[in-house]
């Protein structure tokens, strides 16, 4: 599902910032693939609009690219589809909950870290489990392409692993009794048990990543200025307004944190 912004023309990033690549400057626009079922990185609003912290980015990157009143053309990508969308040449980049994997950095160009996350695991309310490990045979959702996937298949390789297209499918399948948990990264499934009380979150984290942007690869202009432009964001405080604005609830303070790479666990 994509949702199309176009770009206004002209004008120029801040003067600390690199150039920008003469290839985006004749395209006019940004174009950032994102995820659209994931709150609060990504999600649509009520008018079926991209918004988010992802998406907030991407058209913060376009600001700094063509000036104030630019916003970035936002394609909803999956974590199935989103590398072939960038290598695919639909997308510039992509600020899509994307960890920073070997296996993807042999196909595409990771920019600098801008959060962390660890794994968890969601159960519904009235379930009887407590840990990952009593989950052991028993059927669990994933979101096609998620880290926690490989996790599982070493870790705890007797769980019947369902993979689904995305966050949404997850809930649908544990709510309809069809798996008995859904496991992925930790900030998302706090923000779902925040708003949905038949959810609970196993006390329980696990493999800690590190989530990056993606460039195609060889193309070292735009990968420094989109690190430029993503150290610059932090420097205003931007991550803090932006959860502000699309994960303002009582657990806020504890998704910010992983938006603080000095909080990142050594371990």
């Known amino acids: 599902m994509c949702f199309a912004m176009a770009g206004s023309s002209g004008a120029a990033h801040a003067q600390e910032l690199p150039r920008v690549p003469s290839a985006i400057q004749e395209q006019g626009k940004v174009r950032v693939g994102t995820k659209c079922d994931y709150p609060p990185e990504g999600y649509l609003d009520n008018a ?48 899509a909950t994307m960890a920073i994997d070997p296996e993807r950095a042999k196909v595409v160009d990771f920019t600098e870290p801008y959060a962390w996350a660890s794994q968890g695991v969601v159960v519904r309310a009235d379930s009887p489990y407590k840990t990952v490990s009593e989950l052991d045979g028993k059927p669990v959702a994933f979101v096609k392409g998620a880290v926690a996937i490989t996790y599982f298949k070493e870790s705890h390789p007797t769980v019947e692993q369902l993979q689904l297209d ?40 696990f493999k800690v990543t590190q989530r990056a942007a993606a460039v195609r690869p060889g193309e070292k202009e735009w990968l420094a200025f989109v690190n430029a432009s993503l150290a610059k964001m932090a420097k205003e405080g931007r991550f803090r307004e932006w959860f502000t604005a699309y994960a303002n609830d009582a657990d806020m303070e504890t998704k910010l944190n992983f938006w603080d790479m000095s909080k990142k666990p050594t371990k």
Do not use: W
């Open 48 to 95: 079926g609009t991209p918004v988010g912290v992802e998406v907030a980015m991407g058209h913060q990157i376009a600001k700094y690219s063509f000036g104030e009143n630019a916003v970035a053309e936002i394609v909803c990508v999956t974590s199935a589809n989103r590398v072939p969308a960038l290598l695919g040449n639909k997308v510039d980049l992509l600020i």
């Open 166 to 205: 995305g966050v949404s499918d997850s809930i649908q399948a544990l709510m309809q009794n069809r798996v008995e948990a859904y496991a992925h990264d930790t900030p998302v499934l706090l923000s779902l048990v925040s708003k949905n009380a038949k959810l609970r979150l196993l006390n329980e984290n």
